[in-house]
């Protein structure tokens, strides 16, 4: 019988010092709860609107309320934690703690599918905090290099969660009593692919470099590609992912005209930055519009970017288009 290291012992023999080993598994436990939450459905009265808007201008579902407050009231709890900013609060909330780490997160990503019980998921970052007085909105806005740990859970048939500190990227599996378990070791993602994820629906909206590159997969073994591609999409950032970090692809939200003034759809504090760490350290690569995403620097909390992410040579095709303009 195969025997599993647990998150706990996992931890312990990182080169992570105690608060960070903290403030993960204060975030591992809380996604657990999560998990169940996500799980009871209907059953629990959790699903449907909240009736209620987020700063993002999007209408929230109750479980995007629950698991909000859920990681807010956990984190603020977390002794080396000294604040936080969530996609669903207009504002960073300092704990009343100097030094430490910051956290910022998307508590439930992909909830305007939870009603039809596809995979969402919580996306995570740690940064440093400062250490000489309590945080403000500006020590928040860090290049997505400068992050510490980050990772994220996905709440599907199997709940996992992937996990980056200093190296490399592990994922961990829920049991049913409720432990973290080491499953997939130094995850790693193949160079090459022959699957691309994006919404078909919107390509008469994308810039020209985009709808070329989508269009030479298309054109597939005949087309300047050389080979066929299939397409996936579950619009759920979480779910599409985690099926790139576990058998390769590219995922891609780029720039949409319907909305000139946003250079994208993503957030760059919450989704883009975390997903770009764990896809770099996996050995892949994540660009905006054209530059590596972990650069860019962010000069407001609810910042968007267009993204491209997953396999290498895939994301330097599509790198290459940009170039070319």
């Known amino acids: 019988m195969t025997t599993f290291v647990d998150l706990t012992a996992w931890l312990a023999a990182e080169p992570a010092d105690a608060a960070l080993t903290d403030v993960v598994q204060t975030i591992a436990a809380t996604c657990a709860r999560i998990s169940r939450v996500v799980a009871s459905g209907a059953l629990s ?14 209408e929230q579902k109750k479980l995007d309320v629950i698991t909000n407050d859920m990681l807010s009231e956990a984190l603020k709890a977390c002794g080396p934690v000294a604040g936080l900013a969530s996609e669903e609060m207009e504002e960073v909330e300092p704990t009343g703690r100097v030094g430490g780490y910051l956290v910022t997160f998307d508590p439930l990503d992909g909830s305007s599918n939870i009603d039809v019980n596809v995979s969402v998921g919580t996306i995570f970052s740690v940064l440093p905090a400062p250490a000489g007085h309590a945080p403000v909105e500006a020590d928040f806005l860090r290049q997505g290099r400068d992050q510490v740990a980050a990772g994220y859970a996905v709440y599907g048939p199997q709940t ?5 500190l200093a190296s ?46 989508i269009d030479g997969c298309l054109r597939g073994k005949d087309g300047p590609r050389g080979k066929n591609f299939n397409m996936r999409w579950v619009a ?74 997953g396999s290498a040579n895939e994301v330097e095709a599509v790198r290459a288009e940009m170039r070319a303009g």
Do not use: C
């Open 45 to 58: 009265g959790s699903l449907g609107a909240a009736g209620s808007i987020n700063v993002q201008d999007e």
């Open 160 to 164: 996992m969660l992937v996990l980056t």
């Open 168 to 213: 490399g990227v592990n994922g961990f599996t829920l049991d049913a009593e409720g432990r973290w378990l080491l499953t997939h070791r130094a995850i790693a993602i193949k160079a090459d692919t022959a699957e691309f994820a994006i919404n078909m629906s919107n390509q008469r909206h994308w810039a020209e470099p985009v709808r070329r590159y």
């Open 236 to 309: 759920s950032m979480v779910a599409d992912v985690h099926r790139i970090l576990m058998r390769g692809g590219i995922f891609m939200y780029p720039w949409d005209a319907r909305e000139p003034d946003k250079p994208g759809k993503l957030r760059l504090m919450y989704e883009a930055n975390p997903m770009s760490l764990l896809v770099e350290r996996a050995g892949g690569k994540a660009i905006g519009d054209g530059g590596d995403i972990l650069d860019v620097q962010p000069t407001r909390l609810h910042q968007r970017v267009p993204v491209a992410l």
